[in-house]
């Protein structure tokens, strides 16, 4: 892909020297998945949430219940002498949490709730149309994770961007330090830890993600029984599952506040319109040109 020249006249993480260069760094099949999946993932989390609400316990193990002393996680509400409160309780040690989780609302019409209103999709309790609303979005991160991987075996974006190579591991220390003193280089390639985040989340944790959803499947038990046993049970499938996204909202806070750092303008005009740009090559080591 030819490169392209131009003077970007910018302020703070955006400036540009005259010497950068755009380049054409995300394709549009990178382009699309991504905003699929940003798009699919916001309404599977509040949805998912909102079905949470409905048995706000984590357990490991295959059953659960009062007979059984595996419950992990726990959001519920409680009369103390201060009136109603909220709590998490973690592994056995519990913390108050009125106000945003377990007894939430406004003034005056607080009701007992696992996630709040505002954090749900439908705000007010409705399981039956949370599940609609979980397992569409579900069924297009699946399509969108299978379309993104066949396009990018077949034009090399896993092997050319994703793929850690010996050189990426020699570079992470600096790389962590870089990041640590918000220290940016603007180049055609993934830095290290951007390979192992997009690597961990594109074929770990969206994986799992679906693996066990279809695990906590009625239906799909029938199809494939021994998938719960592999993963230790069906309580164990939905705690993995609620961890999962736990990690995934975890890693949306970072992108974000990388992206703001690093310059948003570049950021996301490249994932936009493919458009990325780059510092001038003495500022940065690597190669000079890339293919998408």
């Given at each position: 892909?030819?490169?392209?020249?131009?003077?970007?006249?910018?302020?703070?993480?955006?400036?540009?020297?005259?010497?950068?260069?755009?380049?054409?760094?995300?394709?549009?099949?990178?382009?699309?998945?991504?905003?699929?999946?940003?798009?699919?993932?916001?309404?599977?989390?509040?949805?998912?949430?909102?079905?949470?609400?409905?048995?706000?316990?984590?357990?490991?193990?295959?059953?659960?219940?009062?007979?059984?002393?595996?419950?992990?996680?726990?959001?519920?509400?409680?009369?103390?002498?201060?009136?109603?409160?909220?709590?998490?309780?973690?592994?056995?040690?519990?913390?108050?949490?009125?106000?945003?989780?377990?007894?939430?609302?406004?003034?005056?019409?607080?009701?007992?709730?696992?996630?709040?209103?505002?954090?749900?999709?439908?705000?007010?309790?409705?399981?039956?149309?949370?599940?609609?609303?979980?397992?569409?979005?579900?069924?297009?991160?699946?399509?969108?994770?299978?379309?993104?991987?066949?396009?990018?075996?077949?034009?090399?974006?896993?092997?050319?961007?994703?793929?850690?190579?010996?050189?990426?591991?020699?570079?992470?220390?600096?790389?962590?330090?870089?990041?640590?003193?918000?220290?940016?280089?603007?180049?055609?390639?993934?830095?290290?830890?951007?390979?192992?985040?997009?690597?961990?989340?594109?074929?770990?944790?969206?994986?799992?993600?679906?693996?066990?959803?279809?695990?906590?499947?009625?239906?799909?038990?029938?199809?494939?029984?021994?998938?719960?046993?592999?993963?230790?049970?069906?309580?164990?499938?939905?705690?993995?599952?609620?961890?999962?996204?736990?990690?995934?909202?975890?890693?949306?806070?970072?992108?974000m506040l990388m992206i703001i750092a690093a310059g948003p303008i570049n950021e996301l005009r490249s994932i936009i319109t493919g458009w990325?740009?780059?510092?001038?090559?003495?500022?940065?080591?690597?190669?000079?040109?890339?293919?998408?």
């Amino acid at each position: 892909m030819e490169t392209v020249a131009r003077s970007q006249p910018a302020t703070g993480a955006d400036a540009a020297p005259k010497d950068a260069t755009l380049i054409y760094r995300q394709s549009r099949w990178t382009r699309l998945t991504h905003w699929l999946w940003a798009f699919s993932l916001f309404f599977m989390l509040l949805s998912g949430l909102q079905i949470f609400n409905a048995r706000p316990q984590l357990y490991i193990g295959k059953e659960s219940g009062f007979g059984y002393n595996n419950t992990i996680l726990q959001i519920g509400a409680e009369n103390t002498d201060k009136g109603p409160r909220g709590f998490t309780e973690i592994f056995g040690h519990r913390f108050d949490t009125t106000g945003v989780l377990g007894w939430s609302g406004p003034p005056g019409q607080e009701t007992p709730r696992a996630f709040p209103s505002w954090a749900t999709i439908p705000s007010y309790y409705d399981l039956g149309t949370a599940r609609v609303v979980h397992f569409f979005f579900a069924w297009v991160l699946s399509a969108t994770l299978l379309v993104w991987l066949i396009a990018a075996l077949f034009n090399g974006h896993i092997r050319r961007d994703l793929a850690p190579r010996v050189e990426d591991l020699r570079k992470l220390p600096r790389d962590i330090v870089d990041h640590a003193k918000l220290r940016f280089h603007h180049t055609r390639e993934y830095n290290t830890l951007q390979k192992m985040a997009y690597g961990g989340v594109l074929f770990v944790l969206l994986p799992l993600m679906i693996v066990t959803g279809l695990a906590m499947s009625p239906s799909m038990n029938s199809v494939l029984p021994w998938l719960n046993e592999i993963l230790g049970g069906r309580q164990t499938a939905r705690t993995i599952h609620f961890t999962v996204m736990v990690l995934l909202v975890l890693f949306f806070i970072v992108h974000m506040l990388m992206i703001i750092a690093a310059g948003p303008i570049n950021e996301l005009r490249s994932i936009i319109t493919g458009w990325y740009r780059t510092d001038p090559p003495e500022k940065h080591d690597g190669p000079a040109e890339r293919s998408i």
